[in-house]
């Protein structure tokens, strides 16, 4: 068993994430999803990212490594586009986390700071090959930040942004399928190697 702390993309804590943390609860894990947005949610991709730029990255974080400080390890940060970013700050600036899964998004540590690559950390990271909100150089940062095996690159066809969630417009069953095969073998080594 793992805890998992999964944070939502731009359109907020909504059914698709809630599908999530319901598959993951399915798979024996205990889910923390906190709302970052306090309520709101959108079904219109563009609303939702205007939202999201009035959140405040930094407080994001701080609420995200808040909640890793009071649960039991091992701890998996999971993020979605918005999510993915959050968690991935979180992660590379906090001690303790076993695991992170970035779905949709990847930035270079040189965005926050370079920090060096926590020990231990694992990583996967998951997107679209044509989708327009992820720069592959930026991917590749990160992927040159990590010491070798720590984290794993999963690109699937297609351009959909947010293909891993069931009621939105991008949804792309086979690479969800496969989005969930992967994050449950990733899991299943975490809470093995704990």
């Known amino acids: 068993m793992v805890n ?7 359109l907020g804590l909504d059914s698709n994430l809630e599908s999530w943390a319901e598959w993951l609860r399915g798979e024996g894990h205990e889910v923390i999803a906190p ?9 219109n ?20 490594q808040g909640i890793v400080r009071e649960i039991d390890a091992p701890v998996v940060l999971m993020g ?30 040189e965005w926050f700071g370079n920090p060096p690559w926590p020990k231990g950390l694992k990583a996967q ?8 909100s992820i720069e592959p150089s930026e991917v590749a940062a990160l992927a040159a930040s990590a010491p070798p095996g720590a984290l794993e690159v999963f690109e699937y066809p297609g351009a959909a942004h ?3 969630f069931p009621n939105f417009v991008d949804y792309e069953p086979l690479a969800a399928d496969r989005l969930r095969t992967a994050v449950r073998a990733f899991l299943k080594n975490v809470g093995e190697s704990a």
């Not at 998992?4 to 731009?10: G, I």
């Not at 709302?35 to 079904?43: I, K, Q, R, S, W």
């Open 4 to 10: 998992v702390v999964l944070t939502h993309s731009a």
């Open 162 to 164: 947010l293909f891993a």
């Open 80 to 109: 979605f586009a918005l999510g993915a970013g959050v968690s991935e700050i979180a992660a590379l600036t906090e001690k303790g986390i076993a695991g992170l899964i970035l779905v949709g998004a990847a930035a270079s540590p």
């Open 45 to 64: 991709f563009d609303a939702g990212l205007q939202r999201s730029e009035s959140l405040e990255i930094n407080k994001a974080v701080q609420a995200i």
């Open 125 to 132: 990271v998951h997107y679209a090959a044509e989708d327009r």
């Open 35 to 43: 709302d970052l947005y306090g309520g709101e949610t959108f079904d």
